[in-house]
């Protein structure tokens, strides 16, 4: 997997950064991933912000070990916003992330196994992670768990992942129906992203669906969907592919509890 691919398929401003003041603080409101627990290969992370902030945030973030020490040079120099400025999207150096790269042997991997970090901004704590073994294998969509609704009702469509995705990647599901038309309606990930859940804007009706998954869904590892981000440097990038997961709504009721779900 190359540079270039860390971005495809998402639409970023990108920002370099400069030497001016950043405008007053702006409460960060969500940061992913947002389970406790990373891969040891983490590639990038996100943080959303109440309101677009002004002036470069990159600056500001650290992220150190459990004792207060500082990661030496764990991001890329650059800042990714979505289109409305709300959210940062920073990366891991690949060099360091990536086996075999002359970053990585003379500067180290970013993360280690067993090791605890915490991300902070201008001082102020804002996510603390456990550090796991490294995700070596990509999202595979047959092995989803798709949870039953009750026809004539907008109750949420829950589909448990293999593994957490990309926080960013929630549009890269979506469901059609027997037709092949979309569904409309709004979708969000849960449980450390490692669930989706979707919310009709009508009512469900009896039939055959299908969930479609974007090719260039990843992981927060940079693992693309039933891919890998570690390949030898002179192989070619495999060609995205997109994957669909057949699931049926009965004409009866279903009456099985709902799994539960946290933000």
Known sequence: MRLHRLLAGTMFVLVLPQVHARSPEVPVVTVRPSAPVIPANMLRLSLEFATAPEG???????????DGSELREPFLTQELWSPDGRILTLLLHPGRVK????????????LVPGDDVVLTLDGRTLKQWHVGP???????????????VSPASRQSL???????????DADYLAVADADDRPVDGHAELLDGESTWAFTP????????????VR???EDPAG?????????PLDAPDAPAVDATVAFDISPTPDVSPSPRTSR
Do not use: C, Q
Not at 57 to 64: D, R
Not at 99 to 110: C, M, N
Not at 201 to 212: E, Q, S, T
Not at 223 to 231: A, P, Q, S, V
């Open 134 to 148: 490294p995700d070596l294998h990509g999202p595979v969509a047959s092995a989803w768990r798709i949870f039953p």
């Open 158 to 168: 829950v589909v448990r992942l293999d593994a957490p995705i990309d926080g960013r």
């Open 201 to 212: 804007d009508a009512p469900w009706r009896a039939g055959r669906y299908r969930l479609m």
């Open 223 to 231: 693992n693309r969907l039933n891919g890998h981000f570690e390949t």
């Open 99 to 110: 086996s075999g790269l002359v970053a990585r042997e003379s500067l180290g991997p970013i």
């Open 56 to 66: 470069p945030v990159l600056p500001g973030v650290a992220l150190s070990h459990a």
């Open 215 to 217: 090719g260039t869904l």
